[in-house]
């Protein structure tokens, strides 16, 4: 099945609005925080997050407390200018929502 690719907006805490879409891109802007909402409604589905650094580069993601990943720490992003890492998610539970991180992810 074929899935369109939802651009998140960039500001200061970006919300993945897990029944609007599957797949997300977002360009980081500045030091941000990723959110979730819906999650509850979404449970079982899983997808992917573009998250793209802007022609600076330098720029931080951390994540709210719904992002579960391996180990239980947050990954550090790629920061050179215009790197692109994917976040790979499944919904488990409302405020469970369990991660990885491909960095760095060339054409």
């Known amino acids: 099945?074929?899935?369109?690719?939802?651009?998140?907006?960039?500001s200061s805490t970006i919300t993945v609005n897990f029944t609007g879409a599957i797949i997300h891109t977002?360009?980081?802007?500045?030091?941000?925080?990723?959110?979730?909402s819906n999650a509850i409604n979404a449970i079982g589905q899983s997808g992917s997050?573009?998250?793209?650094?802007?022609?600076?580069?330098s720029?931080?993601?951390?994540f709210n407390s719904a992002f579960k990943f391996p180990g239980g720490t947050a990954?550090?992003?790629?920061?050179?200018?215009?790197a692109i890492?994917?976040?790979?998610?499944?919904?488990r539970g409302d405020a469970d929502v369990h991660a990885v991180v491909s960095l760095d992810v060339k054409a």
Do not use: K, M
């Not at 099945?1 to 960039?10: G, K, Q, V």
């Not at 977002?26 to 979730?36: C, E, H, K, S």
């Not at 997050?49 to 580069?57: A, E, L, N, P, R």
């Open 1 to 10: 099945c074929s899935s369109s690719i939802n651009t998140l907006s960039d």
């Open 59 to 62: 720029r931080t993601l951390a």
């Open 85 to 91: 890492d994917r976040l790979d998610y499944i919904v």
């Open 75 to 82: 990954p550090t992003l790629s920061t050179a200018a215009n």
């Open 26 to 36: 977002v360009t980081l802007g500045g030091n941000r925080t990723l959110n979730q």
């Open 49 to 57: 997050i573009f998250i793209v650094q802007d022609g600076t580069g």
